[in-house]
């Protein structure tokens, strides 16, 4: 009888412990695939934290994602509609699903793309309705943002009901 419960024992430690190094080993490789800086096409998930109007992170798989929206530059929440820019993206994205074009990654360890949500590229939006720059630096080809944002200074949407705007970039180059 020792021998049976004995033996019992050994396959159950034998299974549970197998079950966890594989667990740890799948962990493992959600760490390397971090520190290869592959970069994947597409990310799908579940907004967690809106920090403000051009960055969101997303669970997928069980793994958060830092994402910082690709081509536009949002005033800072310490600017004039920094707070603005970060409500009316909470107010238009579905948290439970967005949809990300990676573009890069970059130097932050932030995943950069076109932000999808219900359909809708929330980076264009962003800037068509006045809350956010193009940032042309870094999208230079993007003219579908500079046609969106030389409309929105027309139409003075936004941000752009100021007299004289300063840029993200400008402002925090002066900090």
């Known amino acids: 009888m020792k021998k049976i419960i004995y033996i019992i024992m050994i396959v159950i430690l034998t299974y549970f412990g197998k079950f966890q190094t594989e667990e740890k080993n799948s962990s493992k490789e959600k760490v390397e695939y971090n520190k290869k800086n592959e970069i994947p ?14 960055t969101i992170h ?17 005033p800072e929440s310490s600017q004039p509609y920094g707070l603005e820019a970060k409500e009316f993206l909470m107010k238009n994205i579905d948290k439970n699903d967005v949809r990300v074009e990676v573009v890069e990654k970059d130097r932050y360890g932030r995943l950069v793309g076109k932000v999808y949500s219900k359909g809708v590229n929330l980076n264009e939006l962003m800037v068509e309705e006045g809350y956010a720059w193009w940032y042309e630096k870094y999208a230079r080809k993007e ?12 139409d003075k949407k936004g941000l752009w009901e100021q007299d004289n705007p300063q840029a993200p970039w400008e402002y925090r180059n002066k900090k």
């Open 41 to 54: 096409e597409e990310v799908r998930g579940k907004v967690v934290y809106i920090p403000d109007g051009d």
């Open 58 to 74: 997303i669970v997928m798989n069980g793994e958060k994602f830092k994402i910082r929206f690709y081509g536009i530059d949002c």
């Open 143 to 154: 003219k579908k943002l500079e046609i969106l944002q030389n409309r929105a200074k027309k």
